[in-house]
């Protein structure tokens, strides 16, 4: 989204384009295409970028737990570069694709017609969570939203009607079941066989970003997000509560990295961050955001995966991924949604 906001399509749409063409006979694209020992990088290890050695796969990185989280996220990114780039033509020769995708993620809801995710599911998968999740959900809620909208545009009116039925029911049960008025009022991280009464900025800051949350719900998420200072060092920590032993990935307690999906700060959100605040009508908090985190890239030369007291994370066994791609299209994404000049960048 961010390539988009400084005219790189072509790229974008070599990107849709691979994982499309990898999709499964249930319509679910792949979590990453990568070298199969991938997870060297981390340790700092090389690894050829030869195409020939890429791989799909369709599960997250910890157990074999299908991943679906990237379904609804491609739905997204698909037709945001349709409405920066007006090809049109790319979407008709893949909307079929698209209700492929849809229907795959309608087989994967439950009784409240949420995403149901299996232990260690989400993109924090080191955290091992089970049932309906926030940051999933959120982004199912907005891949209805969107392909109700492209549906429309492309005349197919009963699949768009259908779309929006949907997308009223999956917010009713977002509402219902994921709200808390606990502590304050926020978005829980999951409910699984009962709601979990943990605080994490993921879903609540897609909730805001996407209107989701209400005018009142999302000052409610901006104050929590303040009295718990996860905006301090570099914006912003992922998670407020530590959450029980067993539920962090014994690998990453193993490498030091307990706090991967917990404590330890990504860029990519202190974005969504900034974009918040600037739907909630606080465009000066929004901008200082966004610097702060502009400044830490300056810094560095690059933007890193995650950072920790102001830094980027590196432990004996793990060293923060750099360039980290999601990191810098969220960051330019945000300077073009907070109004900032990208011609210089083009």
């Known amino acids: 989204m961010g390539a988009c906001r400084i005219g790189d399509f072509a790229i974008v749409k070599q990107n849709l384009e691979t994982y499309l063409a990898l999709q499964n006979p249930k319509g679910s694209i792949p979590k990453r295409i990568a070298h199969p020992l991938y997870w060297m990088r981390y340790i700092g290890i090389p690894l050829s970028h030869d195409p020939a050695l890429q791989r799909p796969t369709f599960r997250n990185s910890y157990l074999v737990a299908q991943s679906i989280a990237q379904d609804p996220i491609l739905i997204i990114a698909f037709w945001d570069y349709i409405q920066q780039s007006g090809d049109e033509q790319f979407a008709r020769d893949h909307i079929d694709q698209l209700h492929r995708v849809m229907e795959f993620l309608s087989r994967q809801v439950d009784e409240k017609e949420l995403l149901k995710e299996a232990m260690g599911g989400g993109w924090a998968e080191s955290v091992l969570k089970r049932g309906a999740i926030s940051f999933t959900n959120m982004c199912y809620l907005k891949a209805l939203w969107t392909m109700e909208e492209m549906s429309r545009q492309f005349g197919e009116e009963e699949k768009a009607e259908s779309y929006r039925q949907r997308a009223e029911r999956v917010r009713a049960s977002i509402q219902k079941w994921l709200w808390s008025d606990d502590d304050g009022g926020y978005f829980s991280d999951w409910y699984g066989t009962h709601r979990h009464h943990h605080f994490a900025t993921d879903g609540n800051l897609l909730a805001v970003w996407w209107d989701i949350a209400t005018p009142q719900q999302a000052e409610k998420i901006q104050e929590k997000i303040t009295a718990l200072a996860l905006e301090d060092e570099v914006p912003i920590r992922l998670a407020y509560d530590q959450y029980d032993f067993w539920r962090i990935c014994i690998y990453n307690r193993v490498g030091g990295m307990k706090d991967y999906h917990v404590g330890f700060s990504w ?80």
Do not use: M
Not at 288 to 295: G, K, P, V
């Open 267 to 346: 860029t990519w959100l202190g974005c969504v961050d900034a974009i918040a605040k600037q739907k909630c009508g606080e465009p000066a908090l929004a901008a200082n955001i966004l610097e702060r985190i502009a400044d830490v890239i300056v810094r560095d030369g690059t933007v890193h995966e995650i950072y920790n007291k102001g830094k980027a994370v590196r432990t004996p066994l793990y060293k923060s991924e750099n360039p980290w791609a999601w990191g810098a299209g969220i960051f330019l994404l945000a300077c073009a949604e907070l109004g900032y000049n990208l011609e210089e960048v083009k």
